[in-house]
């Protein structure tokens, strides 16, 4: 019979904020909200092209699947555009609740993985009850476990 088994359980890792991690935090919201305006722009170039594509090949006048065609194009196009625009619109969120951080303030920035052996007798929750590690401008402060 197996007396002990490794288990993995989440650790969560949190931050103390200061003017440091807004900063950097605040830089990678931006870089964020830079690329999904290049994504927008590039869709909509993307999108043009293609229909512009099959009216170039359809013989006029346009057949009803062409029509379709394109239909379904500008639904996709606009489906995606929905998707990055609401994306734009959290990072913006996002962008904002950082601001109103208060300093001193702690935040869980990600959580990992940590394995734990459990043993016959034992209680598994409370060993499998996740701990965290306490970072401030991303040098470990503290860790609980």
Known sequence: MVESIQLIRQ????????????????????????????????LEFKGKRAIADI?????????????????TIRNQVEAEKLRLLQ?????????????????????TQFTVENPVDVRIGENIFQRLEGGEI?????????IRV
Do not use: C, H, W, Y
């Not at 306490?134 to 503290?142: R, S, T």
């Open 11 to 42: 650790i969560a890792v949190k931050a103390i904020v200061t003017e440091n991690f807004k900063n950097q935090v605040g830089a990678e919201i931006q870089r964020n909200l830079q690329q999904i305006d290049a994504e927008l722009q590039q």
């Open 55 to 71: 009216e170039k090949r359809s013989p006029q006048p346009m057949a009803a699947e062409t029509r379709v065609q394109i239909e």
């Open 87 to 107: 994306l734009r619109e959290e990072m913006q969120g996002q962008s904002q609740a950082l601001a109103e951080l208060p300093l001193g303030s702690v935040v």
């Open 134 to 142: 306490l970072v401030k401008d991303g040098v470990i402060q503290e």
